[in-house]
Nanobody, 121 residues
């Protein structure tokens, strides 16, 4: 069964850090680009970061975030630093149909269930 499972969300103070994980099962992450998206209440889902397959090119909406891939664990990570209250959202990872990253969320066909990130003092 093809599946993505996110973890690592939680409550953090402004200026803090979190590392989100996206663990894949049923397929090999190395063969696909993986994107991170987020959706805040009342807002449209937006792209946060993406890592392509092959050359592992990376793309970011936020310079405070870093995406990486651990092939041995079949997992992609999103390191988020200097978090702000406006980063509060449900964060999702998603699989691209191939090796390339796409900016729009509707291009991604496999999604995790999401993990809540709340930045608040």
């Amino acid at each position: 069964q093809v599946q993505l499972v996110e973890s690592g969300g939680g409550l953090v103070h402004p200026g803090g850090s979190l590392r989100l994980s996206c663990a894949a099962s049923g397929f090999t992450l190395d063969y696909y680009a993986i994107g991170w998206f987020r959706q805040a209440p009342g807002k449209e889902r937006e792209g946060v970061s993406c890592i392509s397959s092959g050359d592992d090119s990376t793309y970011y909406m936020e310079g405070r975030f870093t995406i990486s891939r651990d092939s041995a664990k079949n997992t992609v990570y999103l390191q988020m630093n200097s978090l702000k209250p406006e980063d509060t959202a449900v964060y999702y990872c998603a699989r691209s149909p191939g090796s390339l990253c796409y900016p729009n969320y509707w291009s991604y066909g496999v999604w995790g269930q999401g993990t809540q990130v709340t930045v608040s003092s």
